[in-house]
């Protein structure tokens, strides 16, 4: 069984920065690559950024490519996504994720609004 709490959203300017956590329980937490993904009211949820077991491969939707980065540490069980030069279509709920066979396992979201 693992649990995802993530944290750090809010309310922040056009251009302003946030940094997200995903703080997991469990042992499979190093062994497992981590995702963020996002959802605004109506609409499917959206990958945001991959990462590795290791950190050492990560990959990105377009819309955020260059402007987010995911990062992980190991010994604290926490995955980050560091958001700067925020846009008013990156509001949403954010989501962390883990897929350990056969189950998707999500936290309980984190409210993102980017608005002046």
């Known amino acids: 069984q693992v649990q995802l709490v993530e944290s750090g959203g809010g309310l922040v300017q056009p251009g302003g920065s946030l940094r997200l956590s995903c703080a997991a329980s469990?042992?499979?937490?190093?062994?497992?690559?981590m995702r963020w993904y996002r959802q605004v009211p109506g609409n499917e949820r959206e990958l945001v950024a991959r990462?590795?077991?290791?950190?050492?491969?990560?990959d990105y939707a377009g819309s955020v490519k260059g402007r987010f980065t995911i990062s992980r540490d190991n010994a604290k069980n926490t995955v980050y996504l560091q958001m700067n030069s925020l846009k008013p279509e990156d509001t949403a709920v954010y989501y962390c994720?883990?897929?350990?066979?056969?189950?998707?396992?999500w936290g309980q979201g984190t409210q993102v609004t980017v608005s002046s």
């Open positions: 990462i590795s077991s290791d950190g050492g491969i990560t």
């Open positions: 469990g042992s499979t937490f190093s062994i497992s690559a």
């Open positions: 994720n883990v897929y350990l066979p056969p189950q998707d396992y």
